[in-house]
Every structure is written in structure tokens, then in C-alpha cells.
């Protein structure tokens, strides 16, 4: 049996080993939540010409300098400009051209007359009121102009960016690919949602948790499903399932039970660790690699809450590491516990609980054994507990990890 290590040794261990996958260029809507590769140069100036932020009509300032609700002035209407359609280049002095939201300010106009202000006149236009000199007119490169930097590397790309990418005519960028992640669930007693139970089967809830999971990290999930608890049967799935997997995450079949297909299966290789981690849920852990290419393998602990709090501190930083996003970790932050509580010593303890981040306070959430999903559910944050602490004070200033933000990307 090997010597337990702590939790941040076998994270190590895990981020020394997983490498970013190698950025190639993505069409922007694939690039959503993924991390740029490259830091983005525009080529163009925003706006790209000069042109109206109304509807109404291109002047010289010159000429309606003087207009008010007492002094109108009356220019001739030399032609219309519409967004997409610029015939009229040039507006002679003393002349006003309709134009509309977006169109190009023809040569020699400087200022645009709002229709609020006119009589909306056709071949000649009555202006009341004057504007300010340039009003209304959007000049080109006032918002980007060209060679400035429009994203930095390593930016996480939201809708903001992806929209200023497309805006400045980039239908791509630099960035490394979701990891694929094939998620299976050993175990003979499982059952798939939707179908029947015997009084010794249940539902397979951890293929959809870790998929979920994987998912909402920012990879590509593929849920393989159960396998029964046969080195065989589990060798042939995972041998099918290489060919399209960046990282292979297995649940269940780690621990000392007599049918521990995962340990069974892969230990004879010697290219996957099994040893326990220093935590509770989540003990029983393995990391390694399998295939001919190499390909990172978490063998995670069957129990539902063990499987995800495992999920949470290494498979989520591993994902993130491969997909060059930072921090690799979601952070913790600390809050004051509104009850008391207890916990074994020497394991570090991951107690579920309720964060409110506005009273800066974290409430415990069901008991710490590993099957409740139901408390699972309710909670949203993990109340950290070290291993040389047995009780806690209500009020106590402790740890906690959050399940939900804190991570750049909404996640
Ligand atoms: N003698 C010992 N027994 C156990 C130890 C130990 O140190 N000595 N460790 C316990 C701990 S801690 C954990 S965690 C579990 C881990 O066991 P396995 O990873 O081998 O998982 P299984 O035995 O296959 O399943 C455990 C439990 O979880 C249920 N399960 C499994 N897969 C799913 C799934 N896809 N969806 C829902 N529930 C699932 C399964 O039915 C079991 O109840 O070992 C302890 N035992
Ligand atoms: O470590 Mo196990 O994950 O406690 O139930």
C-alpha cells in the first residue's frame, strides 16, 4: 500500500505531468470560454470612415452655425446617403444631404443635423436649431485605430471580445482546443436513468456529474457510460474509447474491495498511481497515463461525493491547464462558519456547505459521508477543514472553496 500524500503533492504531481494542448486557429464562435493564444493586432480602424450617429442631414458647421427657433435656416437637399450606399462623396458648401445611422459623412461635411431639429424637408431642409461643430458625427479610429492591441494573450475570450474580433474582421483566433474528456462509471450495480432498479442496483449519477463537470469547465465531454466490474470488459471500453480522448476520467473500483476493476485492470501496466490522498471525501485516488499515446487517466473514487469533490481540486486544474486558462485552481476564499463543527483528524475534511459571499459567512450542509448527493446538491461551496482540526467553533474564520465563480468566463 503506498504512503498517503496531501492533497497539494498529488496536485503537483498532476500539473507537473498534463501539458497545454498546442493552439491552432478557431473560428470565433468555438473560441468562446477558451483562453486567446496569441495577443490580437487590429488591422483596420473602428469606426472604419467617418459617419452619422443619427438620422438627419450632413452640413458645414459653417453653415448652420447661426440656426435657432427664431433665425431658420434654409439649405437645399443635394442628395441621401444610407448605411451600405454612398454615392454622394463630396456635399458642396452651403448644401445639406440627408443621411442616415451609420453612412459615410461625405467630403466636406463636418457636422450632422439631427431630423428632431428640421422639418424633415426633400429638396430643400429647414434647420431651428444649431449644433455643436462635429455633433452627431463618429469619426474613424475615434474608438480603435490601427495597431492597437484589441486582446492580450491569455485574455479568457466572452462575448465582448468575440464580438470586437468580428467587429475588427478577424474570423478566427489562436487558441488551444477544449480537451476531450471520456468519462466511464464502473461498477456492476448501476443502472441507467430511465430504466428499472433491483433492490441491489442504482443509478449511475457520476458519468453525468463528471460530464457535467467537464462540460461546464470548458471541455468536451464524452459520456462512455458503465462498464461492470470486469478487467476485461473495462480494458476493451477503455481501449475503444482512447482514440478520442485527451483525458480519461474512470469512478468507482479504486478502493480495497474485491472487485476493484480499475485497480485490477491497470495497475499490471505500472503507468498509473493508486494511493490515497489525505482527504475526506476522496480518499482513494489514482493518476496516470494509458495507451499507446499517452493519455491522462484519473481514476476517481466511486462515491458520488468523492467524485466530485475529486473532480474539483484535480481533474478541473488539470483541464485548465491543458487549456492554457489561469488559475488553474478555482481560489478559495475565507468566511466565518455560522455553526460549529467536528472532524477526524488527519485527513483534511471537505465539509459541503452554503456560502453567502455578501455576509462573508458559510453555513455546513448535511453530513460529511460521501454518498449524499442530495446534500451535495444544496450546497454550492466546500468548507475546507485541516487535517490537525477536530472542531470548529461557530464564528470561526475558516476556508472555503467555492463551487460556483471565481473564475474568469462565468464559471
Ligand atoms: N476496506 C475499505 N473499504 C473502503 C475504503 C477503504 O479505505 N477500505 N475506502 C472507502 C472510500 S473512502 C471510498 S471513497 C470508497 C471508494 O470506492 P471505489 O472507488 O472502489 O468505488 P466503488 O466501490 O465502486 O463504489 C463506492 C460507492 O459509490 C457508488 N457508486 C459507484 N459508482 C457510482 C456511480 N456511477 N453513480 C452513483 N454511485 C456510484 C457505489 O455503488 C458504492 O456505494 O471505498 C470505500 N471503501
Ligand atoms: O474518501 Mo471516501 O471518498 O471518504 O468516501
Do not use: C
Not at 458647421?61 to 463630396?90: C, K, M
Request: charged fraction near 20%; glycine fraction near 10%.
Amino acid at each position: 500500500m503506498p504512503e498517503p500524500v496531501s492533497v497539494e503533492e498529488h496536485l503537483a504531481r498532476i500539473l507537473d505531468d498534463v501539458e497545454p494542448l498546442a493552439p491552432y486557429q478557431q473560428p470565433l464562435m468555438d473560441a468562446l470560454g477558451l483562453a486567446a493564444a496569441e495577443p490580437v493586432v487590429s488591422t483596420v480602424s473602428l469606426p472604419p470612415f467617418d459617419n452619422s450617429a443619427m438620422d438627419g442631414y450632413a452640413v458645414r458647421y459653417a453653415d448652420v452655425a447661426a440656426a435657432s427657433e427664431e433665425h431658420h435656416v434654409h439649405l437645399p437637399v443635394v442628395g441621401e446617403i444610407s448605411a451600405g450606399d454612398a454615392r454622394l462623396l463630396a456635399l458642396p458648401p452651403g448644401t445639406a444631404a440627408k443621411i442616415m445611422t451609420g453612412a459615410p459623412v461625405p467630403s466636406g461635411a463636418d457636422t450632422v443635423v439631427p431630423y428632431e431639429w428640421t422639418d424633415r424637408g426633400v429638396a430643400t431642409v429647414v434647420i431651428s436649431r444649431a449644433p455643436r461643430e462635429r455633433q452627431h458625427v463618429r469619426y474613424a479610429g475615434e474608438d480603435v485605430e490601427t495597431g492597437d492591441l484589441l486582446i492580450e494573450e491569455g485574455t479568457v475570450l466572452g462575448p465582448r471580445h468575440l464580438g470586437l474580433l468580428a467587429a475588427a474582421g478577424r474570423p478566427t483566433i489562436a487558441a488551444r482546443p477544449r480537451p476531450r474528456v471520456v468519462i466511464l462509471s464502473t461498477g456492476t450495480e448501476l443502472r441507467d436513468p430511465g430504466t428499472g432498479l433491483g433492490h441491489d442496483s442504482i443509478y449511475d449519477g457520476n458519468s453525468y456529474l463528471l460530464a457535467a463537470a467537464a462540460k461546464r469547465a470548458g471541455a468536451i465531454a464524452y459520456r462512455v457510460g458503465i462498464v461492470p466490474d470486469q478487467p476485461r470488459a473495462f480494458l476493451e471500453s477503455l481501449d475503444d474509447q482512447l482514440v478520442r480522448a485527451d483525458v480519461v476520467v474512470t469512478s468507482g473500483g479504486v478502493s480495497m474491495g474485491d472487485h476493484d476493476v480499475v485497480k485490477e485492470a491497470l495497475s499490471p501496466s505500472g503507468t498509473v498511481w493508486f494511493g490515497p490522498v489525505r482527504m475526506q471525501p476522496g480518499k482513494p485516488q489514482g493518476y496516470g497515463r494509458v495507451g499507446e499515446d499517452s493519455v491522462p487517466i484519473f481514476t476517481l473514487p466511486g462515491n458520488p461525493v468523492s467524485a466530485y469533490i475529486s473532480f474539483e481540486l484535480f481533474v478541473l486544474p488539470a483541464l485548465r491547464t491543458m487549456m492554457g486558462l489561469l488559475p488553474a485552481s478555482r481560489p478559495h476564499v475565507r468566511a466565518r462558519l455560522t455553526h460549529a463543527l467536528t472532524s477526524p483528524r488527519g485527513r483534511r475534511q471537505y465539509m459541503r456547505g452554503d456560502l453567502d459571499r455578501a455576509a462573508g459567512s458559510v453555513s455546513p450542509v448535511g453530513g460529511p459521508a460521501s454518498h449524499l448527493v442530495g446534500d451535495l446538491a444544496m450546497a454550492d461551496a466546500l468548507i475546507v477543514v485541516p487535517e490537525d482540526v477536530t472542531e470548529l467553533p461557530a464564528g470561526a474564520e475558516v476556508e472555503v472553496l467555492p463551487l460556483e465563480g471565481g473564475l474568469a468566463g462565468g464559471l
